[in-house]
């Protein structure tokens, strides 16, 4: 029996994937407790010094996937505010930010990755350089952008390429047409579309996800071969 959706009910996409990244950071969490504290399992608490291992130099839950939009830094904006922030100063609108909402929610589906509050703004940064990039008429300079996001160009450009790879440099794909029809389509049914996409994206407590991650953790598999190993190139001399 399928679990009940929690994010079924809300009419915030925004504030429905923010959501999703929370609970999927809560279940990463909850993974990477120690041992000793499993039977705290069921609170999971996302203070600097909580008791959950993180990965090396990091304060990533371990358990966690990490891509190159994880961060380090709390994000004290919320996702729309991040999004109503980062079109006032590019000179976008709503349907700019929600454009790049729906190609931050594509990579997700396409790539099988379980959104988390680690990575959902700078995965919207991207997501919204590459958007504007395909579908508005005036486009700032990428150190323009980068200065607006608050992020070096180099990095700038990082996360728009890793969020192009992603997609399969399928842009409009990614966007969708919600009704088929993009003369007619406005913010609601852009909104609606993009609730329905999200209710199906991976969850960490999904068994893909725990699939994954297995996959991740495990040490690689060393073939064997009768051929004597050759020697390498030293530059060290």
């Known amino acids: 029996m399928a679990s009940p959706n929690p994010f079924a009910d809300l009419t915030d996409p925004f504030q429905a994937f923010e959501d999703l990244a929370r609970a999927n950071t809560k279940e990463f969490c909850r993974r990477s407790l120690p041992p000793a504290n499993a039977a705290r399992a069921g609170a999971c608490d996302l203070r600097p010094n909580a008791d959950y291992e993180c990965h ?23 996702l729309r505010r991040l999004a109503h922030v980062l079109a006032s100063r590019t000179g976008g609108d709503a349907l700019d930010a929600l454009l790049g909402l729906l190609v931050a929610i594509a990579y997700c589906e396409r790539n099988r990755v379980a959104i988390t509050e680690a990575m959902s703004a700078r995965l919207f940064v991207g997501a919204y350089r590459v958007a504007t990039k395909a579908m508005s ?4 300079s990428a150190a323009d952008f980068a200065s607006m996001a608050g992020i070096g160009p180099w990095e700038a450009t990082r996360l728009e390429l890793t969020v192009l790879r992603g997609i399969d440099w399928c842009v409009h794909g990614a966007i969708g047409r919600p009704a088929g029809d993009w003369g007619t389509a406005s913010l609601a049914m852009l909104e609606d579309a993009a609730l329905d996409r999200i209710s199906e994206l991976p ?16 040490p690689p598999r060393r073939e064997r071969s009768r051929q004597k190993p050759q020697r390498c190139c030293s530059w060290a001399g």
């Open 137 to 140: 008429d005036t486009v700032v």
């Open 203 to 218: 969850r960490a407590d999904d068994d893909a996800c725990a699939r994954r991650e297995r996959l991740a953790a495990a």
């Open 56 to 78: 090396p130099n990091s304060s990533v839950p371990s358990a966690e996937p990490v891509t190159v939009f994880h961060t380090q830094l709390p994000v004290s904006l919320s």
